[in-house]
Nanobody, 126 residues
Framework: VQLQASGGGLVQAGGSLRLSCAAS????????VGWFRQAPGKEREFVAA????????FYADSVKGRFTISRDNAKNTVYLQMNSLKPEDTAVYSC????????????????????WGPGTLVTVSS
């Protein structure tokens, strides 16, 4: 399985970007797809995750109300719409996916993922 994130770039504070995550075998087959980010000199952190049906999502407190995760199973793509971007959102954003036997909970959403792809850089200027 290969995951590929795209859509990163340079944006001014207050601006928006939409990231996309596509999978070689289709994101629709995964029980959870998540976005993580890693800023320079910091550990990777959870950003958002969505379940297979697309009706359950979890967000890090730092992005609640600004970011929205969604999925289009027909296009085998998961999106991360990022609005009201701040300089502290600057990071490499990666998408990850996993299978799960249990319904998605916050613990499952934020815990270890099996499949990862290379990230895309988001830079927010002040």
């Amino acid at each position: 399985v290969q995951l590929q994130a795209s859509g990163g770039g340079l944006v001014q504070a207050g601006g928006s970007l939409r990231l996309s995550c596509a999978a070689s075998e289709g994101t629709f087959s995964f029980d959870a797809v998540g976005w993580f980010r890693q800023a320079p000199g910091k550990e990777r952190e959870f950003v958002a995750a969505i379940n297979r049906a697309g009706h359950r999502a979890f967000y890090a407190d730092s992005v609640k109300g600004r970011f929205t995760i969604s999925r289009d199973n027909a296009k085998n793509t998961v999106y991360l719409q990022m609005n009201s971007l701040k300089p502290e959102d600057t990071a490499v954003y990666s998408c990850a996916a996993k299978y799960s036997l249990a319904p998605m909970t916050e613990k499952i959403a934020t815990s270890e993922y099996a499949y990862w792809g290379p990230g895309t850089l988001v830079t927010v200027s002040s």
